[in-house]
């Protein structure tokens, strides 16, 4: 297929123009035994145990963006699901929705972004599918990727394992992602460059999980920010959250664009961090390991487990206040990822 | 949440809306232990050995057809996919792309049928995702289901398996789907009543199995129809098909609307029909066992592998001429399923 060409319906079909499209655009990109059966579904061998499964869509807009596009940031951000609940991340599907006239150079790019984020990662694609709309039926390209990982023994890692005396450990700073987008989308220019900051993560879970397993819960806090992670995590396991606002790194860019936007940083997206609850005597250590690995190296404790007012996040402010952190209310910003 | 309620933006922030109808929505309609976690990845055991994974999007247009509707279709196409690999489906994960606006009445009349066709198929929802676009960004309603599946000892199916001196099993009347959704969606009227097939067939394929594990190839002939599914089969495996058209069953009805819309019944979509390749000495095994399910009551021998012209289809008229199948070119149905 030529890069200048665009999709058509009829690439959506199950006919002739879909086997072109899959054997000449997509195989190539994601070439493993699995994929190139063509079967319908992947088979696969795996040992017996603990498996994780998980799955998202992307409708991020604009699709290109300063740090990333939606590919890299399909594949990341099921990757990471997969690695927060403490799993090696294996296999991965992935589906498109097109609409028609999506220029197959545009394609492209996105496939080369996933298969090397796929190749940082260490997983393959076995399985996917796509589907195509006409004109106006979708904006431009959709992905969803689903994944299977295999939990290592010892992990038992969920939002509702939190407890009392946990150290929380946040991976470096936030809203990198968020303001990435809107950047871009609204044209605005800062001084400075900012990046998201979507990566994959599996990679610093295993070096923390090699540390110790007593890591209670983790989670990237992507669409909602870092305090409807938190919530989350607070409600789960019925328990409170007290976090320090000095100790939240956040880039001197970032924080002035949210300023200037009107956001609370602890709303805005992320797409390469992960906050982690985890067993106080081991936190010093878990720290010293994700310093040491490429996306851990702003690692640090931003806060601990309460016992007083379950289900609450409360935060300590930079002059001495303690204010109530919520879960992000209504949308600030559509179509982050 | 209130039926006349409409979804907004804010239901896929990721925040406090978005944790609304996960709770008030989306866990009712699949409630069990996995899923209720709420952790952003489903945790489960399975026996080692071999996994099916598979996904598919749906794009249906309408959304609600006679027969079914696109929640009943997502549940059913990828429990049918892991099927057709031979594997039991067991964990399905279901994501969302919302149209701003979208009736929250609708959204759970597709849950309703989503959970109903769970039900029957005997699988389990534990891991989902909801995105939501403004107004215009997408038409509706998409859904992506992808699935886990365990393949029982025995059992080696591939579309690149089929043998010289197979026999082509199909399982029932083709192009109901199609021409079910065809005539809703342009508002024609038939003198019959012309339903969706759409249906899960991993029961019809687990009495396939008891009988015999020499099924060679298993797929379900979706968009592109049965003469793509016979041409994939027949590339896949560099074997040639031969079928007669006088034993492929189709309703008076359903031929009917086909001649009246100039299409080819081959190539026209079904969403509950399985062609399955199988050795020549357990065919007539095979079908009586199909014959006693309520999804396989018409399955007839349709044809054969044979050596000559490998990776053509190739089928005798009634007339007693002799034609080439091809695989569907161009898009006579876009947005099918």
């Given at each position: 297929?030529?890069?200048?060409?665009?999709?058509?319906?009829?690439?959506?079909?199950?006919?002739k123009?879909s086997?072109?499209?899959?054997?000449?655009?997509?195989?190539?990109?994601?070439?493993?035994?699995?994929?190139?059966?063509?079967?319908?579904?992947?088979?696969?061998?795996?040992?017996?145990?603990?498996?994780?499964?998980?799955?998202?869509?992307y409708?991020?807009?604009?699709?290109?963006?300063?740090?990333?596009?939606?590919?890299r940031?399909?594949?990341?951000?099921?990757?990471?699901?997969?690695a927060?609940?403490g799993?090696?991340?294996?296999?991965?599907?992935?589906?498109?929705?097109?609409?028609?006239?999506?220029?197959?150079?545009?394609?492209?790019?996105?496939?080369?972004?996933?298969?090397?984020?796929?190749?940082?990662?260490?997983?393959?694609?076995?399985?996917?599918?796509t589907?195509?709309?006409?004109?106006?039926?979708?904006?431009?390209?959709?992905?969803?990727?689903?994944?299977?990982?295999?939990?290592?023994?010892?992990?038992?890692?969920?939002?509702?394992?939190a407890?009392?005396?946990?150290?929380?450990?946040?991976?470096?700073?936030?809203?990198?992602?968020?303001?990435a987008?809107?950047?871009?989308?609204?044209?605005?220019?800062?001084?400075?460059?900012?990046?998201s900051?979507?990566?994959?993560?599996?990679?610093?879970?295993g070096?923390?999980?090699?540390?110790?397993?007593?890591?209670?819960?983790?989670?990237?806090?992507?669409?909602?920010?870092?305090?409807?992670?938190?919530?989350?995590?607070?409600?789960?396991?019925?328990?409170?959250?007290?976090?320090?606002e000095?100790?939240?790194?956040?880039?001197?860019?970032?924080?002035?664009?949210?300023?200037?936007?009107?956001?609370?940083?602890?709303?805005?997206?992320?797409?390469?961090?992960?906050?982690?609850?985890?067993?106080?005597?081991?936190?010093?250590?878990?720290?010293?390991?994700m310093?040491?690995?490429?996306?851990?190296?702003?690692?640090?404790?931003?806060?601990?487990?309460?016992?007083?007012?379950?289900?609450?996040?409360?935060?300590?402010?930079?002059?001495?206040?303690?204010?109530?952190?919520?879960?992000?209310?209504g949308?600030?910003?559509?179509?982050?990822?």
């Amino acid at each position: 297929m030529k890069k200048q060409e665009r999709i058509m319906l009829a690439h959506g079909s199950g006919g002739k123009l879909s086997h072109d499209l899959i054997s000449k655009v997509f195989l190539p990109s994601f070439t493993n035994p699995i994929l190139e059966k063509l079967d319908d579904t992947a088979v696969f061998d795996l040992q017996g145990g603990r498996l994780a499964f998980t799955t998202d869509s992307y409708v991020v807009s604009p699709l290109f963006f300063n740090g990333g596009d939606i590919g890299r940031l399909a594949l990341c951000g099921t990757v990471n699901d997969l690695a927060m609940s403490g799993a090696v991340p294996r296999f991965l599907s992935v589906a498109f929705i097109i609409e028609e006239g999506f220029l197959v150079e545009d394609l492209m790019r996105v496939l080369d972004s996933m298969r090397s984020a796929a190749d940082e990662a260490g997983v393959a694609v076995v399985t996917g599918d796509t589907k195509v709309v006409e004109k106006g039926g979708a904006d431009g390209l959709f992905i969803n990727t689903a994944g299977v990982g295999e939990v290592p023994a010892g992990a038992n890692i969920s939002g509702s394992n939190a407890r009392v005396g946990d150290k929380i450990i946040l991976s470096g700073t936030i809203g990198d992602h968020g303001i990435a987008i809107i950047s871009q989308r609204e044209g605005l220019s800062f001084e400075t460059d900012i990046k998201s900051d979507c990566a994959p993560l599996n990679g610093l879970v295993g070096e923390m999980l090699k540390v110790s397993t007593e890591i209670r819960a983790m989670r990237d806090p992507t669409r909602g920010g870092l305090a409807s992670t938190l919530n989350e995590i607070a409600s789960q396991s019925q328990v409170a959250i007290h976090v320090w606002e000095e100790k939240i790194p956040i880039r001197e860019d970032v924080f002035g664009a949210c300023e200037m936007l009107g956001f609370d940083p602890l709303h805005v997206a992320n797409e390469g961090k992960l906050v982690a609850v985890v067993a106080a005597e081991k936190a010093e250590e878990i720290l010293s390991a994700m310093r040491k690995h490429r996306y851990g190296k702003d690692a640090v404790v931003i806060g601990e487990v309460v016992e007083s007012h379950p289900g609450r996040v409360l935060m300590k402010t930079a002059v001495g206040a303690t204010r109530i952190v919520d879960m992000l209310v209504g949308e600030q910003l559509p179509r982050i990822c």
